[in-house]
């Protein structure tokens, strides 16, 4: 069956840290976002891509780099920048962008704890 | 500009009984609307869309939506709730004039009462 597949479910950071969130996607979907999610805030969008080896920054880039170095795959590094990255991080692709936006496959989540 | 309200932070109805969550939106050209869920520590599954074709939408679930647009409203509902219903629920707008920007609403909770 075709997804999204998030790893992993639940991450732990340590002041200082960088850690990566994975996102792998078999739609054979060109676009793919990350989000992050706080409560009584909904999707705040982080990055998005369209195309391989292409990325634009979002609503809250700041603290926050991405890849696409293949179609499959988008993963988030939270730097040590970011100051309050405790939050659930959602991945999500589409078929396109907007426009003729057809809606998102999202991925389970991670869920992203300073400690 | 664009943006999208739900007016209600938390809705609570008894098991079998009508479900209504409300959502606002505005948009300077014909947007696309969407409803999403989300259960607990998952992602968000598509309820439904209304991309300009019929105004009244039906979803999974026995979930619909109508597009008003003098009202500028694209409201859920539901005639009987069942407990798997609880859940938190997004509206979503979309258009080309906004830059092609995805909006969502900040969410409701739905509870459902035994």
């Known amino acids: 069956d075709g997804g999204i597949t998030q790893s992993p479910k639940y991450l732990f950071r340590k002041e200082g840290q960088n850690v990566t969130l994975s996102c792998e996607q078999n739609?054979?979907?060109?676009?793919m976002y990350w989000y992050r999610q706080d409560p009584g805030q909904g999707l705040r969008l982080i990055y998005y891509?369209?195309?391989?080896?292409?990325?634009q920054k979002g609503d809250i880039a700041e603290g926050y780099s991405v890849s696409r170095e293949k179609k499959e795959s988008f993963p988030l590094t939270v730097t040590s920048a970011q100051k309050n990255p405790t939050a659930f991080y959602l991945c999500a692709s589409s078929i396109v962008r907007g426009g003729d936006y057809d809606g998102y496959t999202f991925g389970s989540g991670t869920r992203l704890t300073v400690v | 500009a664009q943006s999208v309200t739900q007016l209600d932070s938390h809705v609570s109805v008894s098991e079998g009984t009508p479900v209504l969550l409300r959502c606002n939106y505005s948009?300077?050209?014909?947007?696309?609307l969407f409803w999403y869920v989300q259960h607990p520590n998952k992602g968000l599954q598509l309820l439904l869309k209304?991309?300009?074709?019929?105004?009244l939408v039906k979803g999974i679930n026995g979930f619909e939506a109508e597009f008003k647009k003098s009202e500028t409203s694209f409201h859920l509902t539901k005639p009987s709730a069942h407990m798997s219903d609880a859940a938190e629920y997004f509206c979503v707008v979309s258009d080309r004039a906004g830059g092609d920007k995805i909006i969502f609403g900040k969410g409701t909770r739905l509870h459902i009462l035994p």
């Open positions: 891509s369209q195309i391989v080896n292409d990325f």
């Open positions: 209304y991309t300009s074709a019929a105004t």
């Open positions: 739609l054979n979907h060109d676009a």
């Open positions: 948009s300077s050209y014909s947007p696309s």
